[in-house]
């Protein structure tokens, strides 16, 4: 072999070789190349379908305003308690039904209260078939007349009860409670159960059967110091009183005109004012101003509020009014709308991680009917929506307070854009 031979190229040497060496190369590379446009072409179009992750919500439960508590006017009196029936979802029920007390809970003088009582226990023996039942006629004899001038010198309230005079059951009664005339309590008492001995005898056993048992009662009138009673009972006496129609039909009067007895006026000044529909003064002199009352207050519950209050040994009789008037008033107007949200009130944010952003805020103004202080609860439903577009409603905020709710449509507001190609191809993690 020459030395020229010795150094000549695979190629020169074998052509054919070189040349399917060379075809083989070629067709590797385009393999390659064809593989590479295969992936590369799988990816985009993955990358540009794939489905990203949601936008991230999040939210905050708008801050609950707290309405102010409605304090109850402050008594000047020796004992004080008020029960309120129809907003016990608001008030609660209450500690034995009394929702609000001040002063001794022990027994106290009633004065004319009692008359209620003498009322109470009479029907209870003599009952009415309603409140316009007139009932057995009562004819009152000169014994009866006497106690005009017994009464008159003690300084008690009296009515004119002529000697022959008749009147219906009914009538005597509304003699007996709307002026308060106390020669009227003791006749008709004494008239239904033959004398005081057995009317004082059915008054225990009527108070016993109610359970009342902090009351005592040593006449009918109430002129006596000894008739006392606990504000606890005496609300009791006033519901079952509230409760009877001929009792409640009576004292609810402001003047009525009786035969024999003439015009006659209600001691209780307060009818009519403030909703106020009855119960019964009481008077044993100075410092001694007492009232068992009922009123009815219409403060946009569901149906309105049967109130019974009792004030107990009051200065003056004007004091007594002041403090009714204002405690009812205080309980009326803490009864108000309370406002929770405004239109357009952020209440949480919508994010993506490619950067487009919205909010979520409340739809439309809010407000909720509550008592006082009532705890408003505040709570939100939030759906995911298949679009996040301005205007959407994706959920909303209910508040409860009481028995009532109240619900505001949430909705975005911004639109939250679908990202770009380029960062769907640039960031293949943040796909699905």
């Not at 008594?75 to 034995?96: K, M, Q, R």
């Not at 606990?230 to 009183?241: C, F, P, R, S, V």
């Not at 919205?358 to 705890?375: M, Y």
Request: aromatic residues 6%; charged residues 10%.
């Amino acid at each position: 072999m020459t030395r020229e031979q010795e150094f000549a190229s695979p190629r020169a040497l074998d052509p054919e070789a070189h040349r399917r060496r060379r075809r083989r190369g070629l067709i590797i590379t385009a393999v390659c190349v064809v593989l590479l446009l295969a992936a590369t072409g799988g990816y985009v179009a993955w990358a540009l379908t794939a489905p990203v992750n949601p936008p991230a919500v999040t939210t905050q439960v708008p801050p609950v305003p707290v309405g102010g508590a409605a304090a109850l006017a402050a008594v000047p009196a020796s004992a004080s308690a008020i029960s309120i029936s129809g907003a016990d979802e608001y008030l609660g029920e209450g500690a034995s039904g009394i929702w609000s007390s001040s002063g001794t809970g022990d027994p106290l003088p009633i004065a004319s209260i009692t008359k209620l009582i003498t009322a109470l226990v009479i029907l209870d023996a003599v009952p009415l078939a309603s409140a316009d039942d007139p009932g057995p006629t009562i004819t009152f004899s000169k014994a009866d007349h006497d106690l005009y001038d017994r009464y008159y010198v003690q300084g008690a309230t009296i009515a004119p009860m002529p000697t022959g005079t008749s009147m219906s059951l009914h009538d005597a009664l509304a003699a007996m409670l709307i002026p308060s005339a106390s020669n009227y309590a003791e006749a008709l008492s004494s008239r239904i159960f033959g004398s005081q001995n057995a009317f004082l005898g059915a008054t225990r056993d009527w108070l016993s059967a109610h359970g009342l048992t902090g009351t005592t009662i040593t006449e009918p009138t109430g002129i006596s110091p000894r008739n006392t009673s606990t504000t606890a009972d005496l609300l009791a006496i006033g519901k079952l009183a509230a409760a009877n129609p001929t009792i409640a039909q009576i004292v609810a009067t402001s003047s009525i005109s009786l035969p024999g007895a003439g015009q006659l006026h209600n001691t209780n000044g307060l009818l009519g004012t403030s909703g106020i529909t009855g119960l019964k003064t009481g008077t044993l002199g100075h410092g001694t101003y007492s009232l068992l009352y009922t009123a009815t207050l219409v403060v946009g519950t569901a149906e309105p509020l049967a109130v019974t209050g009792v004030i107990l040994g009051g200065p003056t009789r004007e004091s007594v009014n002041g403090s009714v008037l204002a405690t009812l008033d205080s309980i009326r107007t803490g009864f108000h709308e309370v406002p929770v949200a405004t239109t357009g009130q952020e209440v949480g944010t919508i994010s993506t991680p490619w950067g487009s952003t919205a909010q979520l805020v409340i739809g439309e103004d809010a407000a909720i009917f509550t008592w006082s202080d009532t705890p408003i609860i505040a709570t939100m439903d939030i759906e995911t929506p298949p679009t996040y577009r301005d205007g959407s409603v994706v959920g909303s905020v209910t508040w409860t307070a009481g028995p009532h709710t109240v619900t505001a449509p949430v909705a975005i507001k911004g639109s939250v854009d679908a990202p770009s190609e380029w960062w769907r191809l640039t960031h293949p993690s943040e796909l699905g």
